[in-house]
C-alpha cells in the first residue's frame, strides 16, 4: 500500500522523518493521535532490515499506544519513535541529543521514553535538548513495580469474572519470566496466598523468586503445559501460538508481556478454548501509567492507585466482550475507540 494511504487507512495525524549525517541519526515520529493528550510512547533502537520496515514498526507501534493510553484512562495520545541503527554502538551522546531536537521540534505534541534498545541513560540524553520526555532515572523511575501491581490487580479480575471471587487464595499461578515484572508480581501473588510455578531461562532469576516465595521452578517450555489455574506470561511476545496453545490446561491467561497472541486468530483460539483471556495491553498499562504520573507529576503512591483501576477495565472488557459477542482481544479495541471518541479534552496541540 501507499504511503499516505497507510496513513489513512491506520488513522495516524503524521509521520515526521530526520536525519543528522554528522552523527549518522535517522529517526522516524510516528504520531497516532493526539485527540485525547500528547501523543506518548518510547523510542525503538534497532537496525531495521529497511527504511520501510522502521516505517511499519513506528506506524503499528504508533497506534497500540493510542489504543493502551486510551484503555488506561490516560489524558494521552499514542505516539512512538525509531532510531535506525544498531543499539549497541557505545556512541550514543550525539544521536540521542540529535534525536531530542527532534521531538523538541514537535512542541510537546509527542513525549519519548526508554523502549526497546533505550535506556534511562539515553533519556537523560534526550533530556538535554527537550522536557518532552519521561522515565528519567531521577524522576519515576523503574515502572515495573506499578506494571507488576496492575497485572496483579487484572489476575484478580479475571479470577471474579470466571470463579466470581477474587480471592487467589490456593489458585496455582504460572508465571513464565521472572524478571522486572515477574518478580514483583510473584511477590504480590504469593501475599494473596497463591502457589506458584515458575519458569526462567536464566537459572538464578528462578530461584530468586522461588526463594522468596516458595514457587516450583520448571525448565523452558515445561511452563506452557503445567497444570494451574491461570498463567502469566512474565516474558516476550507471541508466545500464545499453535504450537503453545494444545498445551494449555489454564482457566485464565493474564500477564505482563506485550503481543502476546502471535496472531489475532490466537486470541480467538482462546476464546473457543473457553479461557478467560486479559488483553496484554490492559493488564500491563501499570508501566504507561507510571510514566503518566511523571509527566502529570503524580507521587508513586498516586500511580500504584490508578494502577488499581486496571480492576475494573479488565471487567469492563470482558462486559463488552460477553455484550457483543465478541474475544476479549477485540473488546479490549471496542473501549479504546469508544473512550476515543467520546471524550472530549482540554488538551490542544501546541501546533
Ligand atoms: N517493565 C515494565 O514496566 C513493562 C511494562 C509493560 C510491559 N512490559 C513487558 O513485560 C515483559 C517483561 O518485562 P520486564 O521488564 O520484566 O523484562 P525483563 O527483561 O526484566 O524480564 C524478562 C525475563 O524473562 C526471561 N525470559 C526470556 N525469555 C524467556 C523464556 N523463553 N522463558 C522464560 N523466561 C524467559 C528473561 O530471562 C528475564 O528474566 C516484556 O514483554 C515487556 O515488554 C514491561
Redesign the pocket.
Known sequence: MELFDRLASMGHEEVLVASDPSCGYRGIIAVHSTALGPALGGTRFWNYESDEAAVTDALRLSRGMTYKNAVAGLDLGGGKSVIVGDNRTTDREAIFRAHGRFVESLGGRYITAEDVGTGTADMDFVHLETEHVAGLKERSG???P???HGVFRSVQASAKQRWDSDDLTGKVVAI???????RYLAKELHEAGAKLIV????PD?AQRVATDTGAQVVQ??E?YSVKADIFAP????G?INDDTLPKFQFAVIS?????QLLEPRHGDKLEEMGMQYAPDYVA?????I?VFGEVAGWDAQRALKKADEIYDTVLSVFEIAKSEGIPSYKAADRLAENRLASVQTKWKPAR
Not at 255 to 259: D, H, L
Open positions: 523503574d515502572p515495573s506499578v506494571t507488576a513464565q519470566g521472572c524478571g522486572n515484572v515477574g519458569s526462567d531461562i536464566d532469576r523452558g517450555d511452563i512474565c516474558a516476550m511476545g508466545i500477564g505482563g508481556a506485550n503481543n500491563n498499562a501499570g508501566g504507561v507510571n
